[in-house]
């Protein structure tokens, strides 16, 4: 494990995991509102048919609106994190290095998929997160307001 001054590189791929998990997460806070909103036009649409209408229609839709706010504040939530995480990856000079590290930890690609986007062998791909991360971690060593941002949020 590589240390560069106040900052290792696991410490680096820990950070940038979460990045990978919180894109996954914000994907299936989207479905699940995708899916709620189905529910609910399904319902009032059923009870339109049966004549039904009134407070079950706007019980049905005020719980979809609470439950899709609550969704939406917890998806900007996620995606402030991922800003972090994005700037952090910017400040890498090397663009294979910043793709690599956006294709894996932002967009969630396989290590596979990276080599075949990138036009690289699975092993080049590894060699070179290897290398990325150190130099994630040099840059967040020389600059601390960086990870301040990271763990002020945690």
């Not at 991922?82 to 663009?95: A, C, D, E």
């Not at 070179?128 to 945690?154: F, M």
């Amino acid at each position: 494990m590589a240390k560069t001054e106040g900052c290792t590189t696991e410490e680096i791929k820990q950070i940038l995991r979460e990045g990978r998990s919180l894109e996954k997460r914000i994907k299936m806070l989207e479905e699940s509102q995708s899916r709620a909103y189905a529910r609910v036009t399904s319902a009032t649409q059923q009870l339109s048919e049966t004549g039904v209408h009134g407070s079950a229609e706007q019980d049905a839709m005020a719980e979809y609106v609470a439950y899709s706010e609550q969704i939406v504040a917890e998806i900007a939530k996620l995606e402030r994190m991922q800003r972090i995480i994005l700037k952090m990856i910017s400040r890498v000079r090397r663009h294979d290095y910043q793709n690599l590290l956006h294709l894996y930890y932002i967009d969630c690609l396989t290590w596979e998929e990276v080599a075949v986007k990138m036009n690289y062998s699975w092993r080049w791909v590894m060699k070179l997160h290897g290398k990325a991360l150190v130099e994630v971690a040099r840059i967040a060593s020389r600059e601390p307001s960086i990870l301040k941002q990271y763990r002020k949020r945690t």
